[in-house]
């Protein structure tokens, strides 16, 4: 069983950054591929980005070159950092683990069996 904790959400400008975190507590073997995905009001859930336990990362064509995810594996944190910021990026953001290597296509949820609670990203 793995258990996430996510961080960082917040309230910035447009054009600001803002850094996500994700505390993820279980064994290596449950949590293969790490991802965030997020979703705003009366849209679909969108993965954002996902990193394999390799250190290979993916992302959404929405946030190729402004979003960049991390793996601090000796502190058990995946880091989402978030920069230059626009009002369509605000959603709720959910951090995800998956026990199998990360979607080499597009990112869903299908492969992520554990999920965190979210953290609220508002940009105006």
């Known amino acids: 069983h793995v258990q996430l904790v996510e961080s960082g959400g917040g309230s910035v400008e447009a054009g600001g950054s803002l850094r996500l975190s994700c505390g993820v507590d279980?064994?290596?073997?449950?949590?293969?591929?790490m991802g965030w995905f997020r979703q705003a009001p009366g849209k679909e859930r969108e993965g954002v980005a996902a990193?394999?336990?390799?250190?290979?990362?993916r992302y959404a064509e929405s946030v190729m070159g402004r979003f960049t995810i991390s793996n601090d594996i000796a502190k058990n944190i995946v880091y989402l950092q978030m920069t230059a910021l626009k009002a369509e990026d605000t959603a709720q953001y959910v951090c995800a683990a998956s026990p199998l290597s990360c979607p080499r296509a597009e990112i869903t949820g299908r492969r992520f069996k554990y999920w965190g609670q979210g953290t609220q990203v508002t940009v105006s």
């Open positions: 990193i394999d336990s390799d250190g290979t990362a």
């Open positions: 279980g064994p290596p073997y449950s949590r293969v591929c």
